[in-house]
């Protein structure tokens, strides 16, 4: 069975630092790897995905993750913070090929400090 | 892409009654998957719901207290029976594409008082 941990159920960063957060995952075969995003009182939006090929995938908002698949981690990355970041995200894990379940981790809520 | 639209977005519900959310697709999908996401916490798969077979529901779920309708390959239901104050939550029907992306409706909005 799939499944991601994410390390940190918040993490607190001032605005201009670098944001890190941190997944994992357990799989029995390649997986795909997600981040999603969901700001307070929204929908669920994709940041990036990660299926095969280039291991640094890049996404929208100026996020980037990469695959290491000697870490079993796809952790989340972007330069600089911004005000407008402060969301809650989502690193998801589902078995290779279309039309798969998505099975979530617990989240990690940003706060970003002014 | 794909719009998914769910109904009720709200309610509020006696315990012990049911409430039936109702998922429709703009495009024909073989799957449909059916999430909750308590107060404050992860989304949790409750069950997929396949066009012209019973649902598959992961484990903690049951079909007695989650019964999943699945008439055509754009619609599905899914009621909550018997409700009690630990049923509320939210709940999202979700699809996945051919190329991996999940896309997620509004979400129904359930508490039970």
């Known amino acids: 069975a799939q499944s991601v941990t994410q390390l940190g159920s918040h993490v607190s960063v001032s605005e201009g630092a670098l944001v890190l957060l941190r997944c994992n995952y357990s799989?029995?075969?390649?997986?795909?790897l997600f981040w999603y995003v969901q700001y307070p009182n929204q929908g669920l939006q994709l940041l990036l995905k990660?299926?095969?090929?280039?291991?640094l995938v890049k996404g929208i908002n100026g996020f980037e993750a990469e695959f290491k698949k000697s870490e079993t981690s796809f952790h989340l990355t972007k330069p600089s913070a911004h005000m407008s970041d402060a969301a809650e995200y989502f690193c998801?894990?589902?078995?290779?090929?279309?039309?798969?379940?998505?099975?979530f981790g617990t989240g990690t809520k940003l706060q970003v400090i002014p | 892409s794909a719009v998914i639209s769910q109904k009720p977005s709200r309610d509020i519900c006696q315990r012990g009654t049911s409430l039936t959310i109702q998922c429709q697709v703009d495009?024909?999908?073989?799957?449909m998957f059916w999430y909750r996401q308590q107060p404050g916490q992860s989304l949790t798969l409750i069950a997929t719901?396949?066009?012209?077979?019973?649902?598959?529901?992961e484990s903690g779920f049951v079909i007695d207290k989650f019964p999943i309708s699945r008439p055509n390959l754009t619609f599905s239901t899914l009621t909550v029976s018997n409700m009690s104050p630990e049923d509320s939550s939210i709940y999202l029907c979700?699809?996945?594409?051919?190329?991996?992306?999940?896309?997620f409706g509004q979400g129904t909005r359930l508490t039970v008082v």
């Open positions: 979700s699809v996945v594409s051919v190329n991996t992306e999940a896309f």
């Open positions: 990660y299926t095969t090929g280039a291991t």
């Open positions: 495009s024909q999908v073989t799957m």
């Open positions: 799989s029995s075969v390649p997986p795909y």
């Open positions: 719901a396949n066009q012209g077979s019973e649902a598959t529901y």
């Open positions: 998801a894990v589902s078995d290779p090929g279309g039309y798969q379940k998505v099975t």
